[in-house]
């Protein structure tokens, strides 16, 4: 599973259920901030820079 780092994802009772899980599910988490990951980033910051310039 790919899950951002909201504190729940990584939360003791996550991390357990994890643990004892980890032959059926992993968990790996997105960077903190990672526009270029996200379109909808990418689509603002080329609407400003070409809207404001």
């Known amino acids: 599973m ?3 780092r909201h504190p729940v994802h990584r939360s003791r009772a ?5 643990t ?6 992993g968990l790996h988490l997105m960077p ?3 526009p270029e990951l ?3 980033d990418i689509l603002n910051a080329d609407i400003n820079r070409h ?3």
């Not at 996550?14 to 994890?18: Q, S």
């Not at 004892?20 to 599910?25: F, T, V, Y």
């Open 20 to 25: 004892e899980n980890s032959d059926r599910i």
């Open 32 to 34: 903190g901030h990672s």
């Open 51 to 53: 809207v404001h310039a």
């Open 38 to 40: 996200n379109p909808d």
């Open 2 to 4: 790919i899950a951002d």
């Open 14 to 18: 996550v991390t357990a259920w994890l």
